[in-house]
């Protein structure tokens, strides 16, 4: 067993011979400890941005369109462009199982919408009451979202983006107040949570306007709808309702099912998952360079190991003349650089989690696009993980490859070693 008292007075009488060396190689450990918390931080930070701005525009939702066919089918020519029907959205529930929400989608673009004297022309979208939970559209409190009765009623209800409301009514209370889209009167049921949305096809759903879909035909005597949104059970069978999809509206508007451009598809779960490589890529990039910055402290320990191989030559031959151990030699050897290593690693990991706890506070107070799209730097447990495990491996490694040295020494050439 190793003699931990020993070890102790050792570490010290070699702070006390390379005390200037040692402060310096503390400090560059502190400082590749720094810049790794840092940097793995701000990469978590925007990992976790970016997959909370994919999800903005809906999770696990794809998004339909119809196209034009590409083969000739049962006596019916190739190049014929689809339309859908606000029905389909009830067919497809109902001839696929899997399905847990669908919503028909018409969209409407240049209309005016008026409140007071503030006159603006911004996108008009109706849609059923499942819209709202297939596009996170969530309200914020006191509102609500378009519901069941708002459809069968045709009511003339409006729910709005958040930047919209913002332009219309500045920090006025909107829900209960009439504006008037089109010289047509409504009333706001409710007002969009803010939320990052990196995706879109019609533009962000902070500025929309929208009503219900029933209510958007009997205004704008529109018959065919501009997409079609659906949600499965579970992301994992998207694949699979996909082939569904294609095989329920191929028989309607009669077309092959294996036509992929008789309709056109967005898959959220695939950009999702796109989305999140690649934030894991950039985090791995920051690391990287955060670990060659720490390399350059453990080189430091490692300078200072053989240092103290060499200052210790005549005290590692007479052990090795008396029998000891080659794992009484490396290990108080490496018991002294990880020490080393965690002085500087501890001063880095405080400095660090200090400067990621006040930039976070700044990026929260800050109204800027470009330090949200950022996010918050996070210092997480994998962080934490990462660093304390590099940390340990180069603090091992600096001990390690010195002491092995110095187990190779001849006790008689240790002994003569001046």
Excluded: C
């Excluded at 402060?23 to 978590?44: D, K, N, Q, Y």
């Excluded at 009167?185 to 096809?201: L, S």
């Excluded at 107070?365 to 934490?384: C, H, I, Q, R, Y």
Aim: hydrophobic share 45%.
């Amino acid at each position: 067993m190793w003699n931990l008292p020993l070890i102790l007075k050792l570490f010290r009488r070699t702070a006390g011979i390379n005390r200037k060396r040692m402060v310096m190689t503390v400090a560059a450990i502190a400082w590749g400890t720094l810049s790794i918390v840092l940097l793995l931080s701000f990469g978590e930070g925007l990992k976790r941005n970016l997959t909370k701005g994919s999800r903005g525009l809906g999770e696990g939702i794809i998004v339909i369109w119809p196209g034009a066919t590409s083969k000739a089918f049962a006596g019916f020519p190739q190049g014929r462009n689809l339309r859908f029907l606000p029905e389909d959205a009830e067919l497809l529930e109902a001839n696929i199982p899997e399905l847990a929400l669908t919503s028909a989608e018409m969209r409407r673009w240049g209309n005016t919408v008026t409140y007071g004297r503030t006159t603006l022309t911004k996108p008009v979208v109706g849609v059923e009451p499942a819209y709202g939970e297939l596009r996170n559209q969530i309200p914020q409190a006191g509102g609500r979202f378009l519901n069941d009765r708002d459809e069968e009623l045709k009511r003339r209800v409006v729910f709005l983006g958040n930047d919209l409301k913002d332009e219309l009514f500045a920090d006025k209370e909107a829900i209960g107040e009439t504006i008037f889209i089109n010289q047509v009167p409504f009333t706001v049921v409710g007002v969009m949570q803010k939320k990052i949305q990196m995706g879109t096809y019609g533009g962000p759903d902070a500025n929309n306007a929208v009503v219900p879909l029933s209510t958007f035909r009997a205004i704008f005597g529109r018959r065919y709808v501009s997409d079609l949104v659906v949600r499965a059970t579970s992301p994992e069978i998207n694949e699979a309702v996909k082939k569904r999809l294609y095989e329920v509206l191929g028989a309607k508007y009669r077309f092959d099912p294996t036509d992929e451009r008789a309709l056109s598809m967005w898959d959220t779960v695939e950009s999702q998952k796109i989305t999140a490589n690649i934030g894991i890529g950039i985090e791995i990039f920051l690391g990287i360079i955060g670990a060659l910055t720490l390399l350059i402290g453990g080189i430091g320990v490692a300078n200072i190991m053989y240092a103290v191989v060499k200052h210790r030559t005549k005290e590692i031959g007479v052990q090795m003349a008396l029998g000891a151990r080659r794992s009484y030699v490396i290990g108080p050897l490496v018991v002294e650089s990880l020490s080393l290593t965690a002085m500087g690693g501890v001063i880095g990991i405080s400095v660090g989690v200090g400067l990621v706890q006040l930039l976070a506070f700044v990026q929260s107070k800050a109204n800027s696009d470009a330090l949200e799209f950022l996010g918050a730097p996070t210092f997480s447990l994998a962080v934490a993980f990462t660093t304390v495990s590099l940390l340990g491996i180069i603090g091992f490694l600096a001990g390690f490859f010195p002491s092995r040295r110095a187990v190779t020494i001849q006790p008689a050439a240790a002994l003569r070693y001046e």
